[in-house]
């Protein structure tokens, strides 16, 4: 069997962990450097716990965006459209400061992941933090499979996502209990008790699922009329809920409340 290519990388205040199923070529070992290199360079500038980011330092009106990487103004304008888009349910200042890294992380992994596959590695998973994005196969002829934490049983799993050339990402409570607010009331969200988005690109799957969590039980009718993207939610009292498409991807525990989307 070919040998693969594993990687873990401390940044961006979490573990990214490269997973490449291709096999080794001094291509893929170069790529592999550059995306590690990608995702601190990503920290440096957009990360708004360090003060000497270009977003801290634009946030505190000391540079503006013309003296700011070219990126910032794209992730910013992107930032404006995915907020006219939810209606308000995601933001860029959703805590009362310039922070996108609800986009930002999904942006960086799904760079990182191009950076592979032009390299040659079309088989390989980028997961930062939990959102993942997934190229090719696992093996010749079987899919990727992600598992998804059950919020209330961090030891179960509540679904698994199964596929090739997928995008997945989730917001919750397991890990860091109500931290996500909701821009339009400056307060916590707590309708669920996590969601997970399925797509193709991680940059829109990220951070539509910090979206979609900040809707609540609003997020079902959403996720169900967004083309490109299926969801899978549990409350906090484990009742469960999925858009009609989420089952062509996945394999479904049984679980009291569960219910499929109409």
């Known amino acids: 069997m070919p040998e693969s290519v594993h990687h873990v990388e401390h940044v ?11 096999p080794r070529t001094p291509e893929i070992t170069v790529a592999l ?17 360090r003060d000497d980011s270009q977003i801290s330092r634009l946030a505190r009106g000391e540079i503006g965006l013309a ?60 997961n930062g933090g939990g959102d993942i994005q997934l190229r090719g196969e696992a093996a010749p002829g079987e899919p990727w499979r992600i598992g998804l934490a059950d919020p209330a049983d961090p030891a179960a799993l509540a679904a698994v996502v199964t596929g090739t050339d997928l995008a997945v990402a989730t917001s919750g409570t397991a890990e860091r209990g109500h931290h996500i607010i909701d821009p339009r009331t400056g307060r916590p969200a707590t309708a669920l008790a996590s969601l997970t988005l399925v797509g193709r690109h991680l940059t829109e799957v990220d951070a539509l699922a910090t979206a979609a969590f900040v809707m609540g039980d609003g997020a079902r009718e ?10 899978f939610a549990v409350a906090p009292d484990r009742t469960r809920w999925w858009t009609p498409g989420f089952e062509r991807l996945a394999l479904l525990p049984a679980a009291p409340g569960t219910s499929g989307a109409s």
């Open 222 to 231: 959403w996720a169900s009329a967004r083309p490109g993207v299926e969801a």
């Open 67 to 126: 003296g700011c990487d070219p990126d910032v103004a794209d992730v910013l304008r992107r930032c404006d459209e995915l907020e006219r888009e939810t209606g308000g349910a995601f933001s860029a200042t959703a805590a009362g400061r310039l922070d996108p890294s609800g986009l930002v992380k999904g942006w960086a992994i799904e760079r990182a992941s191009a950076i592979l596959h032009d390299a040659g590695a079309r088989d390989h998973c980028v």
């Open 12 to 22: 961006m205040g979490t573990v990214f962990s490269f997973d490449i199923r291709s």
């Open 33 to 49: 450097a550059r995306a590690v290199a990608w995702l601190h360079r990503v920290d440096r500038v957009f990360s708004p716990y």
